[in-house]
């Protein structure tokens, strides 16, 4: 009896060790992980991969593992690790509306552009996601590349009504706008994007030129001014001082 306690004792000891092993390996695991997406963020996928190769080790059904994996792979267009990556984050988490998003970015690298625009969708179908502004976007981007320039513009309006601050939005926008010759609604966006994003030079300066344009030259020579008053040494500053030396 005292020999099957001592066994017994022995076993629950080390059940015991490999569970604090286990739980600080996943502490572990999710320091990799922000480590990870600090590499992704400067821009050095290889040394992510490398975080992120040792978190599979430990957390191989982890879709956050999964996505960043997609975006390293994106990093350096590997588009077919990319598009592995991130499916594979979505069969483990098919709500992943981001995963959606990047996929579809992979799969217009990759030229299908038909699956890039359902998984854009699809990530817009997904309650909760956070970022709908990139989706809108992309498909904004898509539609301009294949010339429906409409359908094109209805995306990219969406883009900042989802979020007012959205500067490539705005930008995309009163660009399609130009090319289909509806210059009040240009003015209009563009208003809406300087007055939200009035630390924006590039924003600011597009709107004092559609303000030209409308003939209200003395509020562009307003938003000319507040362009230089940002930051004098900018290129968007120089722009501006040539315009005012034009306008007087």
């Given at each position: 009896?005292?020999r099957?306690?001592s066994?017994?004792?022995?076993?629950?000891?080390?059940?015991?060790?490999?569970?604090?092993?286990?739980?600080?390996s996943?502490?572990?695991?999710?320091?990799?992980?922000?480590?990870?997406?600090?590499?992704?963020?400067?821009?050095?996928?290889r040394p992510?991969?490398?975080?992120?190769?040792?978190?599979?080790?430990?957390s191989?059904?982890n879709?956050?593992?999964y996505?960043?994996?997609?975006?390293?792979?994106t990093s350096?267009?590997?588009?077919?690790?990319?598009?592995?990556d991130?499916?594979k984050?979505?069969e483990?988490?098919?709500?992943y509306a981001?995963?959606?998003n990047n996929?579809?970015?992979?799969?217009?690298?990759?030229g299908?552009?038909?699956?890039?625009?359902?998984a854009?969708?699809?990530?817009l179908?997904?309650e909760?996601?956070?970022?709908?502004e990139?989706?809108?976007?992309?498909?904004?981007?898509?539609?301009q590349?294949k010339?429906?320039?409409?359908?094109?513009?209805?995306?990219?309006?969406?883009s900042?009504?989802?979020?007012r601050?959205?500067?490539?939005?705005?930008?995309?926008?009163?660009?399609?706008?130009?090319?289909?010759?509806?210059?009040?609604?240009?003015?209009?966006l563009?208003?809406?994007?300087?007055?939200?994003?009035?630390e924006?030079?590039?924003?600011?300066?597009?709107?004092?030129?559609?303000?030209?344009?409308a003939?209200?030259?003395?509020?562009?020579?307003?938003?000319?001014e507040?362009?230089?008053?940002?930051?004098?040494?900018?290129h968007?500053?120089r722009?501006?001082?040539?315009?005012?030396?034009?306008?007087?």
């Amino acid at each position: 009896m005292h020999r099957l306690l001592s066994l017994m004792l022995l076993f629950f000891l080390a059940g015991c060790a490999h569970t604090g092993a286990d739980r600080m390996s996943l502490q572990q695991a999710d320091i990799r992980l922000d480590l990870a997406e600090r590499y992704l963020i400067e821009n050095e996928p290889r040394p992510a991969l490398e975080q992120l190769q040792q978190v599979k080790e430990v957390s191989p059904d982890n879709p956050r593992l999964y996505f960043n994996m997609g975006l390293a792979h994106t990093s350096m267009e590997d588009w077919d690790r990319a598009a592995r990556d991130f499916e594979k984050a979505l069969e483990l988490n098919p709500g992943y509306a981001e995963a959606w998003n990047n996929l579809g970015q992979v799969r217009k690298a990759q030229g299908s552009m038909q699956e890039a625009r359902k998984a854009y969708e699809q990530a817009l179908e997904i309650e909760g996601y956070l970022t709908p502004e990139f989706a809108y976007y992309n498909l904004a981007s898509l539609f301009q590349e294949k010339g429906d320039l409409e359908r094109a513009l209805e995306y990219a309006v969406k883009s900042v009504e989802k979020n007012r601050r959205f500067v490539p939005g705005y930008q995309v926008a009163g660009s399609l706008c130009h090319e289909l010759g509806l210059y009040d609604q240009a003015l209009r966006l563009y208003e809406r994007g300087a007055q939200s994003r009035a630390e924006h030079a590039g924003l600011s300066l597009a709107y004092a030129k559609e303000l030209v344009r409308a003939g209200r030259v003395s509020d562009a020579k307003t938003w000319f001014e507040h362009v230089i008053e940002q930051n004098d040494d900018s290129h968007e500053a120089r722009t501006a001082r040539d315009y005012l030396e034009a306008l007087r």
